[in-house]
Every structure is written in C-alpha cells, then in structure tokens.
C-alpha cells in the first residue's frame, strides 16, 4: 500500500524525490477537467500522465504494482477548475 494519501482541489507540489504514484481518484463539479500528474515539483517539465475527467462520473485508477508510474524529480498534480483529486503516492 502506499505511504501517502491527499485529497486536493488546486494545483500543487505532492512531493519532492522518487517515488510512485499508485492511485487515483478525480472528478469534476461541472464540464471536463484537466489533471496533468509531472515528474517535476513544478507543473512543467516531463508529463507523467494527463487525463479530462467530465462531470459525469469520477475516474478512478487503482493500479496493480506493475503499472505504478514513477517519478524521480517529485510529483506535482495540475488540477483545473471545479477539479478534486484524491492521489496515493509512496516515497523511496
């Protein structure tokens, strides 16, 4: 299981390092949203995955060990407007 859990509704810095990115959770309040996951402490540098989510339904990834995305530099989560994201991260 993972170390880290965050539920977010902006765009921010979840941790600095290598690690993983486990698990998601991300919907929407009203039209489609963007969520842009960087290999980066900043929203910039290498995308790691982007995915639109509209308001129907949340998208939900629960990820076997082996489809785990790494990231080496931190793990930033872009949100865009009327975005909420519950993201599992573990640290090396």
């Not at 076997?64 to 949100?79: H, K, M, P």
């Amino acid at each position: 299981m993972s170390d880290n859990v965050k539920t977010i509704t902006t765009s921010t810095s979840l941790d600095t390092g290598t690690g993983r990115l486990v698990d998601m959770i991300l919907s929407a309040s009203s039209g489609t949203v963007a969520f842009t996951f960087y290999d980066n402490t900043a929203g910039s540098g290498t995308k790691l995955l982007e995915i639109q989510v509209p308001n129907v339904q949340p998208v939900i990834l629960f990820l076997a060990e082996r489809f785990f995305i790494n990231f080496s530099t931190g793990l930033y989560l872009s949100v865009g407007v009327g975005g909420s994201a519950t993201v599992w991260w573990s640290a090396y």
